[in-house]
Every structure is written in structure tokens, then in C-alpha cells.
């Protein structure tokens, strides 16, 4: 990807203060089907409005499990909050703990409730067995009051707990 325009039409555009660079290792490095593109740097040009060092990174382009990202360094004026955040849809609960442990560390754990998290950027994360989707929608009221009871007094989520809230396995209907 290195010389590679991305072509997806759709980007998420990430506004780090000044750790693009390190955000896009340590994503590229937890996800497979994962790399680091092209990284444009800051020229003298601006100077006086975005006050970043001649030379400094501006961009990053990366993907993660096959979705394109661009990082930028944009300095202090914005941060992440929870009204945004990126879903990791898991199939079992090994993949559930490994998502969770590696986007996790170095995160605000005090940020944790029903599956979601907040990484070492600030930026929010769902880690979720994609059982859930299909529960949620369930028409069975009492079902989905078990299961949503079992999710909210859950951190990390645990998709064995959640299936015995749910009272059979997803599908078996």
C-alpha cells in the first residue's frame, strides 16, 4: 500500500495531538490484514496556523483488518469522546479476550462498561461476540431484558454468561 492512493470511499479520519504515528503502529500491530501506508510529513507551509515542525509527520495512512484509516497530527485542540467509537464484531470469546487485553493496555480502565473501552489515545472501542446482534433483536421481551441486564453489569464481555442470559443458543430457534 505503500505508493497507493486510497481508493475506499469512505475513510475514518482520526485527529491524534501528536501520536499518529505510534497510534497506527500499535492498531497495525493487534489487527490482522493490517499495515502502515503512506506518511506525509509538515512543511514550512502554514506554519502560523497549524504550528507543527517543519518535517514533522501530518498523516498516516493504515489499515486495519482490510479498513483504511488516515491518522493526523493536528495538535491539542481536538479530542476523542464516546460518541464515536469502532466495533470489533468477535466469533468467539478467545478473540473477544485478545481484542480486549491489546486495545485495552495502557487505556483509561475506568472507561470500561458493556464491551467498551477506551485505548491509550483516547479513542473508544466495542469489543462484541457478533451473537449480540442477533439477541438484541429478539422479539422475546423477557429474553431481551435477561440479556441486557447481563450486558450492562458486564465490563468486558462474557459470551458464555450472555448465551445463559439468552436461555439457548443463537439460531436454535
Not at 510529513?41 to 486495519?64: D, K, N, Q, R, W
Not at 478473540?95 to 483516547?122: H, N, S, T, V
Not at 441486557?148 to 430457534?173: H, S, T
Amino acid at each position: 500500500m505503500a505508493n497507493k492512493i486510497i481508493s475506499q470511499r469512505i475513510s475514518p479520519h482520526l485527529w491524534f495531538e501528536h501520536q499518529a504515528e505510534e497510534a497506527a503502529k500499535f492498531y497495525t500491530s493487534i489487527f490482522p490484514n493490517s499495515s502502515i501506508g503512506r506518511i506525509s510529513h509538515y512543511t514550512e507551509a502554514g506554519h502560523e496556523i497549524h504550528g507543527m515542525p517543519a518535517g514533522s509527520v501530518l498523516t498516516v495512512e493504515f489499515t486495519l483488518d482490510g479498513q483504511t484509516f488516515i491518522a493526523l497530527n493536528g495538535g491539542p485542540l481536538f479530542k476523542f469522546n464516546e460518541a464515536i467509537s469502532f466495533l470489533v464484531n468477535c466469533q468467539t470469546q478467545e478473540e473477544i479476550d485478545y481484542y480486549w487485553d491489546k486495545l485495552r493496555a495502557g487505556g483509561d480502565p475506568k472507561a470500561d462498561q458493556c464491551g467498551w473501552l477506551k485505548d491509550k489515545f483516547g479513542l473508544s472501542w466495542q469489543v462484541a461476540p457478533v451473537q449480540i446482534a442477533e439477541m438484541l433483536v429478539d422479539k422475546d421481551q423477557e429474553r431481551l431484558s435477561r440479556v441486557m441486564n447481563a450486558v450492562f453489569r458486564m465490563k468486558k464481555l462474557d459470551l458464555k454468561a450472555i448465551e445463559a442470559a439468552y436461555g439457548e443458543p443463537v439460531g436454535a430457534k
